[in-house]
């Protein structure tokens, strides 16, 4: 039977056995990073993190920070599109004042 790997924010790690004959963890190095500049991305991320969490290569509590932190970022980025928006309607109100 082959021991787990556990996912860590560094990537994964791979069990063996050093020269000395004691455990290590040698961490792999982590994925590309994906862009997350929009609500999408943000979504298409969140859903990866919940297939690892349910496949069992990532701990269910990481993978619940992960969606929070992934949650948190899509509704700054809403809010920040909803605050362009604002501004650009402002200032089409203030050029039809003229």
């Not at 787990?4 to 050093?18: C, E, I, Q, S, V």
């Not at 455990?23 to 297939?51: F, G, I």
Request: some cysteine; hydrophobic content about 35%; charged content about 30%.
């Amino acid at each position: 039977m082959q021991p787990k790997t556990k996912a860590t924010p560094m990537g994964k790690t791979l069990p063996g056995k050093g020269k000395s004959g004691k455990c290590l963890s040698t961490p792999l190095p982590p994925k590309a990073r994906k862009a997350l500049s929009k609500v999408e991305h943000c979504r298409a991320e969140l859903a990866a993190v919940y297939r690892e969490a349910r496949a069992g290569r990532l701990d269910i509590a990481d993978a619940s920070k992960l969606g929070n932190i992934l949650s948190l970022l899509a509704r700054m980025i809403e809010s920040g599109d909803v605050e362009q928006r604002v501004e650009a309607l402002e200032q089409l109100l203030k050029g039809g004042d003229k």
